[in-house]
């Protein structure tokens, strides 16, 4: 039997599927489990929580809600994480053929899940969004700045995507309504290590899925704080450029190479810094600063390309001596590539030091994965 197999036919009577992924939400779980609970919808119903093995005592409580409603049900992952993750392994195990996925710390309102479903119903539609940006919809919980930062990002991302989602105000929402015998095929496609779930799904979709939106009423967090960070907006910038390059390449080797791009400054401005203050010939200077920046981009890869296999005390020093054994090849060609052409061919540093470099990339990212973050 396939995996969509007893999905198809009308959704108002086949049942609906809430999907809560979670990471400590203790503070917060316990309401919005309630409210869901309290909408008096017509579907038969399961809140199936996504756990990323949260340490304050999340799971137990689910477990607990759970042996009082059988309508609740866990998912606890132990050594997985991440939140397109959690929304990908949740919509592969609901029970129903409609599939909600909403925030579990209270900043979507549990009454938008009956506007949603209706609309996708009623225009026949796969896949629904809950938007910030709409004329009826309220932001409560993000300040200015972000709300700024949201509306900009978005624009990118219209952008990006297939021209049938320009209508779209809000790509990258985490509150999403989906007919998963149209959606599950896709789902199970989407790259985890993306930016927003969503944006992955209509970048993969090629344009094919009838797409709406609801206004949102975006509200302050009951506990906890965002989840925003320099990584996560790395990895938007690594999306975009992922989809703008029709996915050819992997993702980490798209980060790879930005972080390379930076590692390719540094090398530049060491070896300025080095020939201008300290009288250094070109040939002393571009060893020491081939060695300073492939140590920065191990620094740099280890934070965001490689996060998930992140290392840390001892494993750090370790990794850099062995991404510096692994890079030693490369930086040996391109030490003498570069000087070659410095000698042979244009006495300038700047174009010597990019020949260079071209040389290193394909290598460090392929043996580097492999050998120092065990990566695939």
Known sequence: MSSTEGREGPTSHSGLSIVLPTFNEGGSIRQVIGSLLRLGT?????????????????????????????????????????LASAIKEGLIAALYPTAVVMDSDGQHEPASVGEAVQLLERER????????????????GLSD?????????????????????????????????LRLN??????????????KFLYELLAISHGRLQVGEIPLSFQPRLHGSS???????????????????LRLLPRRAISFGLV????????????????????????????????????????????LTFRDRRQSGRQLIRGLLKFLLVASLPALANVGLATSFYTLIQAHALWAQLAGIVVVYVWNYAASSRFVWNSP
């Open 227 to 245: 989840k925003l960070d320099l990584a996560v907006l790395w990895d938007f910038v690594v999306s975009l450029i992922h989809t703008a390059t």
């Open 125 to 140: 539609l796969d896949l629904v969004a809950g938007s910030r940006f709409l004329d009826r919809s309220e932001i409560r």
């Open 42 to 82: 017509n579907h038969p119903l399961e809140i199936l929580v996504v756990d990323d093995d949260s340490r304050d005592g999340t799971p137990d409580l689910v477990r607990s809600l759970a042996r009082q409603d059988p309508r609740i049900r866990i998912i606890q992952r132990v050594g997985r994480s991440g």
């Open 182 to 195: 149209r959606c599950l095929p896709l789902v199970r496609q989407v790259d985890v290590n993306g930016f």
């Open 145 to 177: 700045r972000r709300t700024d930062g949201s509306t900009l990002a978005n624009r990118l991302a219209r952008w990006s995507l297939p021209r049938s989602y320009k209508h779209l105000t809000d790509c990258m929402s985490g509150f999403i309504v």
């Open 260 to 303: 390379g791009a930076s590692g390719v400054v540094v090398q530049l401005l060491s070896t300025a810094l080095l020939m201008d203050l300290f009288n250094l010939a070109f040939q002393q200077a571009l060893p020491v600063a081939v060695i300073t920046a492939a140590s920065s981009n191990y620094l740099v890869n280890n934070a």
